[in-house]
């Protein structure tokens, strides 16, 4: 499904357009990769549980051609940025930001051995910046996609997927989310990804029924540095494993809310309800499992709707102005269920509405300004494949 209804052939036009009056010259691969957002688990990704997510129609989009020699260049058509180096100088520079993407995956398959030249990357997309989209996992994955059409490599998605996140742990030194790679590689157009973060496993499931459309709401709520209000989330929840498995090889997810319940008094609060939130989201997961299966869209919805309280009142990530949009959004008949989404302290919601609903869902967003004093970007899309050539 491509995005705002334009087909594969009018971006395929767009980027080798721009390919060609860069580098005077057409591209010989064209590539494109989705965003990602999740529904659920995604906060709890540490704990190695379960994550409910679906590749959407924003993405990004990679045109590649050889060169002559040995320079490797990059230019990002949105932003109107250039970046260059060359195959034997492939460096991570702070400064080159979303050029290290491709240089990730150049640099890991140039030492295993491709015997690659010089090449011409156009990078081009409508992700929005900055609302939990996973734009980067889809730059890299793209860039592997399109390296690996370009020279014929013999890669599944899943080892696409695998490829993406070891360029970038080893070239840029971070760990990439499981369920974002996973998800934008091997997604089918109507379809959630269910990953399993224990087993590095997908599977599938139908999405539910109806005209419905994915609206994401950027609060726009200012947020510092949450480096340090996350990572205590994280040790809160290895704290409450700790306590329960004494040392056994086990993680939260293997608990009950009762056996939860029943620390309380010995750990601090606090530390209680980090855990309890990740027992009780793992369950979600299957429960939304259990209603999409069963072509339950109103109990799919529940199950959403209760992450969000759980987000909100256990690991405590959400603020009052996400609150509000999550809780208007649900006043409005024909929406389905509305959870932040992101990292949170802000951020954004992801609602899943009925086509005719989103008028006066937005509506509504008048009066969000006028109480916080901030102007919310609102964001549609819908469900989506995964990365895909381009023909």
Known sequence: MAPAGRPDEVLMKDIVALHRAEYEGPPEVVVAAPGVVKFLGEQVEASESLVLAAAVSFEIRVAVSLRRDSSLRFFAADFGERK????GNLKFKREDRWANYPKAVLDLLLREGLPTKGLNFTIAGDIPVGVGLASSNALVLASALAVKELYA??????????????????????????????????????????????????????????????????????????EAELQQREED??????????????GLRDYSPEEIDELMGSLPESVRRRGLHVVEEHRRVLEAEEALAKGDAAAFGRVVNKSHGSLRNLYEVSCPEVDWLQKRALEIEGVLCSRLTGRGFGGCTASVMERHAVPEYKKRLEEYERIFGFRPAVYETELAGGARVLD
């Open 84 to 87: 260059r180096t060359s195959v």
């Open 153 to 226: 490599l013999s890669r599944r998605p899943e080892e696409l997927s695998e490829l993406g996140r070891r360029a970038e742990l080893e070239f840029l030194g971070r760990a990439a989310s499981l369920s974002d790679s996973l998800t934008a590689s091997m997604s089918t157009p109507g379809s959630v990804s269910i990953v399993d973060l224990r087993s590095a496993r997908r599977r599938a499931l139908p999405f539910v029924d109806g005209d419905y459309v994915i609206v994401l709401t950027d609060s726009k709520v200012p947020r510092l540095s949450v």
């Open 237 to 250: 929840c290895k704290r409450c494993l700790s306590y329960l498995s004494h040392g056994a090889k086990k």
